[in-house]
């Protein structure tokens, strides 16, 4: 063995390593459900912030550090997707945010394909919503394994086993609890872990901004302190076990259970054995398909995907930061890597860690890591970085837009700060934009998935590019993929129109509604009209 053989043993043998004490997820849930309560919660226990709310709690805890957040305040939304790394147990866990509202329901799908494991947290008052569901989708698409959160058991609430009912009955996932609650949804008295029978009892920091104290009974400590909620508890588990509800590691890794914990984030009970959990269950990285089918290995060269890529954050720099998920290999600052859509070099003198609204020079990451790279102009989400062999990952299908409108230039001296602003909104995904020989370049449509995306870019030209803009909505509300002879044909006919999405050239045919659209495709059945990225419409 040569010097350099023996120095890329080392090099693969420390890349495994890093690789495996890396877990990074995000938490999936429906608006309120308690997904930034849980996410300070976490970040507290794992001693990565002095105090809960530093990290990205609601509008007045937290520090206004860009006009782009200063329009989430407003909305009381949440835009942007900040990615938290802490330690934990000899574990570097990341943390990365998804946006709790539909409308950035693309952007949280991006996220989605950047995390190896996804954190399911219900209310225990309210179960399934809506948006987890959707968002649930997309975890079983992608093969995401899930861990379920049951959390606000401090107040009252449904009965586990209903909730447990819910979830395997309405998604068609088995949930296998790990830990089980004595006392109901309301008046929570511990948590047994189902594994040892160990009882642990928590006591609430002064106004619930701390750790919660936790102690650990005997079962006959158990029985004297908590009596009937404590055998009710057990005799439904008692129950679990003679339906099988046993953690099952492969099951769980292929997406078809999921390892069930209960708890309440806002004080603190339930959440030191998450993250016990998601160090033990979460999957470490794994090999990624590339888009020749292959699979590239952990310890492979250097390879990372763009999932996100977010201006305006620093309102000192105006930058704009791409998110790069570390895939294969080891990232050094400064390493020159190829982009492989131009297969262009691209420096990484600007790397960052990227933690909540903060950011600190990064050196070095494993896969896993999240790196930020400062303006990084060239960069879109789906794009592969790589460093020797070419390696591409697939591209990140884009949503079926269902609102459309006409974007224009209030101010006609603001033209090309108008139109590099549209570019840029374009190319960073915030919204599709889509044009046509016939509607010129002035004026533009917009396709997005929710509207609110529309307020953000209005918003965004005005501060960010001075060019205030309005908009003409479209009556439109279906797009489908069609091709040049569709485009044709479509061009004869009323209540539709083509456009085509200037990032990647697919023709779009929009319709007004599916009735017209059924008609087309009944009347015109040679004519294509392909579904866009499924489960999203
Ligand atoms: P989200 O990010 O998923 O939208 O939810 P968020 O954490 O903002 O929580 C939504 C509401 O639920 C908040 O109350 C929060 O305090 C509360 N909450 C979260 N976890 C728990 C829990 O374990 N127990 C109880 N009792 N409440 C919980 P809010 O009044 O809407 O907001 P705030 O003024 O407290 O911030």
Redesign the pocket.
């Known amino acids: 063995m040569t010097a350099a053989d023996t120095e890329d043993h080392i090099g693969t043998r420390e890349v495994l390593a890093e690789a495996g004490r890396r877990r990074t997820f995000a938490v999936i849930?429906?608006?309120?459900?308690?997904?930034?309560?849980?996410?300070?919660a976490l970040a507290l226990h794992a001693a990565a912030i002095r105090e809960a709310g530093a990290v990205h709690?609601?509008a007045g805890?937290r520090g206004v550090t860009s006009d782009w957040m200063a329009l989430e305040q407003e909305r009381g939304i949440?835009i942007t997707s900040a990615v938290l790394r802490f330690s934990y147990r000899g574990m570097m866990l990341n943390l990365l945010d998804t946006p709790?509202h539909a409308d950035f329901s693309e952007d949280t799908y991006r996220v989605l394909e950047a995390v190896d494991c996804a954190v399911m947290?219900l209310?225990s008052a309210k179960g399934l919503e809506p948006q987890t569901r959707k968002l649930f989708d997309v975890c079983r698409n992608r093969n995401i394994p899930v861990i379920t959160f049951v959390?606000?058991?401090?107040?009252p609430g449904r009965e586990p086993l209903e909730l447990l009912d819910e979830i395997e009955q309405q998604i068609r996932l088995r949930p296998t609890p790990v830990t089980w609650p004595a006392g109901v949804a309301g008046d929570f008295r511990g948590l047994i872990e189902r594994a040892t029978g160990e009882y642990t009892v928590f006591t609430q920091a002064p106004g619930g901004a701390g750790r919660a104290d936790e102690q650990i009974l005997t079962p006959a400590q158990a029985a004297a302190r908590d009596g009937d909620a404590y055998r009710a508890a057990l005799e439904e588990l008692a129950l679990l076990d003679e339906i099988g509800a046993r953690l099952d590691t492969r099951s769980f890794l292929a997406g078809q259970s999921s390892p069930v914990l209960f708890?309440?984030?806002?004080?603190n009970?339930g959440v030191r054995r998450l993250l016990d959990a998601l160090c033990e269950l979460a999957p470490p990285p794994a090999p990624r398909r590339t888009a020749t089918g292959h699979d590239h290995p952990v310890d492979g060269g250097f390879a990372g995907l763009v999932f996100k890529v977010q201006s305006g954050m620093d309102r000192a720099h105006r930058d704009r930061v791409a998110f790069v998920r570390v895939c294969a290999g080891r990232f050094e600052r400064g390493m020159v890597l190829t982009h492989a859509a131009t297969g262009r070099p691209f420096a990484t003198k600007y790397a960052q860690a990227m933690f909540g609204a903060g950011r600190q020079t990064l050196d070095v990451a494993y896969p896993g890591d999240v790196i930020g790279l400062v303006n990084a102009t060239a960069l879109r989400p789906g794009d592969t970085l790589h460093d020797g062999t070419p390696v591409a990952f697939p591209p990140i299908p884009a949503f079926a837009p269902e609102h459309f409108a006409v974007v224009r230039c209030k101010d006609a001296s603001k033209t090309k700060q108008f139109r590099k602003g549209i570019g840029q909104l374009d190319t960073e995904g915030a919204v599709q934009v889509l044009s046509s020989d016939l509607r010129g370049d002035q004026a533009p449509v917009l396709a997005a998935v929710g509207p609110l995306q529309f307020d953000v870019v209005l918003h965004r030209l005005e501060h960010e590019f001075a060019a205030p803009a309005r908009l003409e909505h479209l009556g439109y509300s279906l797009a489908r993929r069609t091709d040049t002879g569709g485009a044709v044909a479509l061009g004869r006919l009323r209540g539709t129109e083509v456009l085509t999405r200037r990032l990647d050239g697919v023709l779009l045919a929009l319709f007004e509604d599916k009735w017209r659209l059924r008609a087309i495709q009944r009347d015109y059945p040679d004519i294509t009209l392909e579904p866009l990225l499924a489960g999203t419409e």
Do not use: Q, V
């Open positions: 849930s429906h608006p309120d459900a308690g997904k930034s309560t849980l996410t300070e709690g609601k805890r949440s709790g947290l209310d959390n606000k058991w401090d107040r708890g309440a984030a806002l004080p009970f």
